[in-house]
């Protein structure tokens, strides 16, 4: 039998959840309790919930679920603080048993030609691990900083920060999912992926019992101007001591600020804890305020990795949709051999901002993989740096240094949650 052959894909309907859950169970190894199937039911978007089923014995049991996933309808942030329709791809796992067969390859194919036909142009996606995904088209969008910043880290002073108050609560999607959402769809940061609506709209609230290790229930930070929302972070914290000595911890998970002031008076709260000595966050972007406001950046101890995999989908419909910072005539000759459509010559006429993207006959300036221009679609990576890594070909002298200045973002890319 050819690889992925007796299996078809199907929409999982609701009364096979139980089945899905199962499968990513199996695959991200764990064992989820009774009491919080309600938190995955509402941290999945169950209209695109997806899934292959056996349909040969020789497979196995004929309409057993082998593999799933699912993938959220949603906006990202460009460059320039526009927006692009994006699917955000999640939940994909593949029941042990059945690895290795092509499944995985079958179902991000199904994605593609789903999310197209919706008009997404994009394809994001957190990756369990980093080596998976750049085979089918994905680079790496966004990096990361996973910080532990010790209790009371002293910060270069911003005005206006004092006079703002913070409001600590219980997080609830009904008292607070108008609130966040409201703050997140103002992140002009690019690489935000604004967070969904319809079924998984929640995810960012749920909350399982068997997932806390210790640690409180979420809880939000709000810090306000008058009254006013201006920055919130969800974050949780776990009391520990040994030999008479509190070090417990406080974790951060997604947060946004409005404003200077905003960031500082809402880190100030959340590394400021009795009985809390260090706070652990994995979403800070390279250029987070918060690290250009510590006093002592090596006091904070760090890492950069992988934030977001971004895949053009759609390539003129995508680069045509966010902003650019230098005016260039460059024709760029793409390999794709997932979305085909994409691939081929393509002049990139970068005039004010805007770029105009069509297909033409003429001699490529640079050569590249997909995956190499998904890498600099949100601004993040330069595209020379691609070249002098010798990824990217350059033909003509000049020309990479041309579009990576014009792609090239003034402010890192990040997204602020994990779908
Ligand atoms: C990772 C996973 C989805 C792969 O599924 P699969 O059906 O076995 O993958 P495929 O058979 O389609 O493999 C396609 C290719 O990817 C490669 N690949 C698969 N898993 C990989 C991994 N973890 N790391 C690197 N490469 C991997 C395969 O070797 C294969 O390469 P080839 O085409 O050169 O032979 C599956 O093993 C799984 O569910 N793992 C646990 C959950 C997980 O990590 N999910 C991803 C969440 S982001």
Known sequence: ???AEGYRPISVAEERLDEFFDVVQWAFV????????????????????????????RRGRVSEIAAVHASFGTEMVVPGGRKVPTAGLSWLGVHPAHRRRGLMTRMIHDHFERSLARGEAVSVLYAMEAPIYARFGYGMGSQTVKAEIPRGARMWAVDGADDLTVRLE?????????????????????????NAVGSGRNARFTDPVGNRR????????????????V???FFRRHARSSVGIHDGVCQVREHGSMSPAASQRLWQTLTDFDLVETTMTENLATDDPLLHQLRDPR???????????????????????????????????VADKHVPANAGRWRVRVAGGDAQVSRTDDAPD????????SQCYLGGTSLEALVRAGLVREHTP??????????????????NWDF
């Open 1 to 3: 039998m050819k690889k």
């Open 30 to 57: 764990g064992e989820w309790l009774r009491e919080d199937r309600q938190d995955y039911v509402d941290a999945l978007p169950v209209e695109r919930a997806r899934a292959l089923e056996v349909t040969d014995a």
């Open 170 to 194: 219980r997080a609830s999607f009904d008292e607070h999912d108008e609130l966040v959402a409201g703050l997140q769809a103002r992140l002009d940061r690019p690489g935000t992926v604004i």
């Open 214 to 229: 210790g640690m409180e229930k979420w809880r939000l930070a709000i810090v306000e101007d008058a009254g006013d929302p």
């Open 231 to 233: 920055a919130y972070a």
């Open 299 to 333: 006091g904070v101890r760090s890492k950069v990795i992988d934030n977001l995999w971004v895949r053009l989908l759609d390539v003129p419909t995508a680069l045509e949709a966010r902003e650019y910072f230098h005016d260039c005539d460059v024709v760029v000759e």
């Open 366 to 373: 640079l050569s590249m993989d997909i995956r190499h221009l």
């Open 398 to 415: 000049g020309q990479a240094r041309d579009l990576a200045t014009a792609m090239l973002s003034p402010v890192a890319p990040l997204a």
